[in-house]
């Protein structure tokens, strides 16, 4: 897989032009298996059930890499709710079509396009239509994608992140964060993308570590319409953002396999001992009576 392959998600006017993957660069990527990747979900969960394809909404995840399935792990960024600026296209009933927008790559760290591509969604300025013509002929997808107009929009999204990475604490690889989704705590999440990015890379920052590779990795970015505190917090991303959050949170988990699990072996073992305590006495009191 090249450092990043990226795919559009649209449709065509006519009926049998449904909902369908097709790359958007050039090198002929294959978008049945970017599907069956988002297939996969997200810790378990459709990742449909995590955001709204009809409203501008982020999901940065690594996909699930237990048993190892692959070399490196490998990342993807979903983003949902794109329209055409001038004139959103409808299909055959009279609906808006909608568009979304799924790059991937391998690495520790998401490759810098992902995090370009992201940057500058969560800064607003991901806004313009995307390179797509509509209106092929039947028999085709009824779309297709420019792929020179998808390689300007990357290097313009390239050239959109700072020349100097954010100066800042170190991050907590236990951290929970949830946020109300606002323009500055966008802005905030982008910053907290280049930070995990830059700690990553000098290594005061493992991802693996935080559990966001290896077996059921936990989100790095959530920006939903669709979910609350309660629901975010399940879900334990590294941060996220949603309307139905009132106020920053933060909290700390102790992963499987860490001190809670310690715990749990520690308890089990004690509980192990007190049962063969009791079933000693119980021998001692059976040789009594008999006796």
Not at 99 to 125: I, K, Q, Y
Not at 253 to 263: L, R, T, Y
């Amino acid at each position: 897989m090249p450092e990043s392959s990226w795919f559009v998600e649209t449709r065509g006017y006519l009926p049998d032009q449904d909902y369908s993957w097709q790359p958007a660069g050039a090198g002929g990527q294959d978008a049945r298996a970017a599907a069956e990747l988002l297939a996969r979900g997200c810790r378990g969960r459709s990742l449909y059930e995590l955001i709204d394809d009809s409203a501008s909404s982020l999901l940065l995840y690594c996909a699930d890499g237990g048993a190892g399935t692959w070399a490196e792990p490998v990342w993807l960024l979903l983003i949902t709710g794109f329209r055409r600026a001038a004139e959103d296209p409808t299909d055959h009933m009279g609906r808006t079509i909608r568009a979304s927008v799924l790059g991937t790559g391998t690495g520790r760290v998401p490759p810098e396009d992902l995090l370009a591509v992201a940057h500058r969604f969560l800064e607003g300025r991901l806004t313009g239509p995307l390179p797509v013509e509509y209106g092929l002929p039947d028999g085709t997808p009824g779309f297709a994608v420019d792929p020179e107009g998808w390689a300007g929009l990357l290097q313009e999204a390239r050239e959109g992140l700072p020349a100097e990475p954010p100066q800042a604490s170190r991050i907590d690889p236990d951290l929970i964060r949830v946020d109300r989704d606002t323009a500055d705590t966008r802005s905030r999440a982008a910053t907290i993308l280049r930070e995990v990015d830059e700690q990553a890379r000098t290594g005061v920052f493992d991802p693996a570590r935080a559990r966001l590779t290896g077996g059921t990795p936990r989100p790095l970015l959530v920006v939903t319409t669709l979910l609350g505190e309660d629901s975010l917090l399940a879900l334990r991303p590294l941060h996220a953002l949603s309307p139905y959050v009132d106020r920053r949170k933060e909290s700390n988990v102790h992963w499987e396999g860490s001190k809670a699990q310690g715990f749990f072996s520690w308890a089990l073992g004690v509980k192990s001992l007190l049962a063969a305590a009791g079933l000693a006495l119980l021998a001692v009191a059976a040789v009594a009576v008999w006796r």
